[in-house]
Each structure stands twice: as structure tokens, then as C-alpha cells.
């Protein structure tokens, strides 16, 4: 509703809202889901593929201070640089992912323009496939070839860092576009396996909470990142 209004000061109160909506939706649902699954002892009816122990404690036990966690469990700490650097860097890929492949689409000398809602749709597409393969691979039973959820996000992440880097490298509209594909695919496997890797590693009586912290450098780093950076680059 905002956004109809020709007035700053009510553009700038519909942002603080979509602020504050957007963090109860990052955090409240999947709080209160896995703390019900907690509680209905769904994680102990069930085997775990990844072999990861979990440190959540079951509701109704004494409440933890959330500074004291982050202190006491490096764990915390990767959770919030990977959180941050790497949804700060898709929040920031989402604004200048047209511009760029316009920019590669102008440097390749083509002048006509893109069809932007059938790329947008392939790259929808991708990211399907990453949750796909996500829910396919979790599934699989432990062996050799079933990898920890960390050492999973961990191969994610180099290989979206790569999709980053090559079209700097190489300026090709086809190269380009295709490195977005795989990164959205690499999204779509962050997602559930960040998930998964919270699940194990939060405590119950400090979900929400830090699941809201952990957004404000994110959130800090995306406002940086759009200061600094220009259409294109």
C-alpha cells in the first residue's frame, strides 16, 4: 500500500514493514516447524543420513542466552558469515543479473533485446533442479558417495563463487548465462542444506531469535553492496 503514496517518509516506512515482515518469514514459520518437529520427536523416529549429531535442546528446557552460543560454538559463526556472504551476494545478483547479461548481449554486438521472461523462467528452472537433486541426494542412503550436509554447502558455495567469477574472466553472453544457470542450481541445494545444518546446530529456545540476527549483517552487507556497486559491473 505504500508504494502508492508520492511521499518518502511513507516509501521509507513500507521498507522498515517489508523489513520486518520479511524477517518474521525468514524465521518464525521455520522456528516454530522445527521446534515441532523437536517436540514430537520426529527426529528420533527416523535416521539421519548425514550422520550429524544434533545440539538442539528439547522445548520446555531452560532457555540459552544466544550471545553465549555464539561464543561458545564457532559453528554459529560460520552459519552467520555463510548467511551473510552468501545471500548478501544473491540479493545483490538478483538486482544486476538482467544488466549484466544486457551488458554481455551489447559486448557480443547484438542489438536486438533479450527475452528476459524466458531467462527468467530458465533460471526458476534451475533452482528447481537444485532443491530436486537436494531432496534426491538426501534421500540416498550413507555411503561413500553421500557427503556431509557441511562439506555439501561447502562444494556448493566454491562452485557458485566460480559462476561469479568466469563471466568476469570471460565476457560471453552464452557463458554468462549459463554460469547464472548453475548458480541459481547452487541455490536451490543452499536453501534445504542451510536448513538442514541449522536444524542441527541452534538450539530450540533461541531459534527465532538468532534466526533474525543472523539477517541484520546480511541485510547490512546488501546496502553496502548496492552503494558500491553500478548497473553492469
Not at 559462476?163 to 542450481?185: A, G, N, S
Request: aromatic content about 14%; hydrophobic content about 50%; overall charge neutral.
Amino acid at each position: 500500500m505504500t508504494i502508492l503514496f508520492d511521499d518518502v517518509l511513507v516509501l521509507f516506512l513500507g521498507r522498515i514493514l517489508g523489513g520486518l515482515s520479511t524477517t518474521l518469514m525468514y524465521s518464525v514459520f521455520e522456528s516454530w516447524m522445527v521446534t515441532e518437529y523437536h517436540r514430537q520427536g520426529l527426529d528420533e523416529a527416523g535416521g539421519e543420513n548425514y550422520g550429524e549429531t544434533t545440539l538442539s535442546s528439547k522445548p520446555g528446557g531452560p532457555e540459552k542466552n544466544g550471545l553465549i552460543l555464539f561464543k561458545d560454538d564457532k559453528r554459529l559463526w560460520a552459519l552467520a558469515i555463510t548467511t551473510c556472504f552468501f545471500e548478501g551476494s544473491m540479493y545483490l545478483w538478483i538486482f544486476f543479473k538482467f544488466p549484466a547479461l544486457r551488458l554481455a548481449h551489447q559486448l557480443n554486438g547484438k542489438g536486438s533485446d533479450l527475452p528476459f521472461g524466458m531467462i527468467f523462467a530458465a533460471l526458476m528452472c534451475a533452482m528447481m533442479l537444485g532443491s530436486i537433486f537436494f531432496t534426491w541426494y538426501s534421500a540416498q542412503p550413507a555411503g561413500r558417495w553421500v557427503l556431509p550436509a557441511s562439506t555439501l554447502l561447502s562444494l556448493s558455495l566454491m562452485v557458485a563463487a566460480c559462476c561469479f567469477l568466469v563471466p568476469v574472466l570471460i565476457r560471453d553472453e552464452k557463458i554468462t548465462f549459463w554460469c547464472f544457470c548453475i548458480f541459481e542450481m547452487c541455490v536451490g541445494i543452499y536453501f534445504p542444506t542451510m536448513g538442514n545444518l541449522k536444524e542441527k546446530i541452534v538450539d530450540d529456545g533461541v531459534r527465532a531469535k538468532l534466526y533474525g540476527a543472523l539477517r541484520v549483517p546480511l541485510n547490512v552487507f546488501v546496502v553496502v553492496g548496492l552503494g558500491l556497486t553500478k548497473d553492469g559491473e
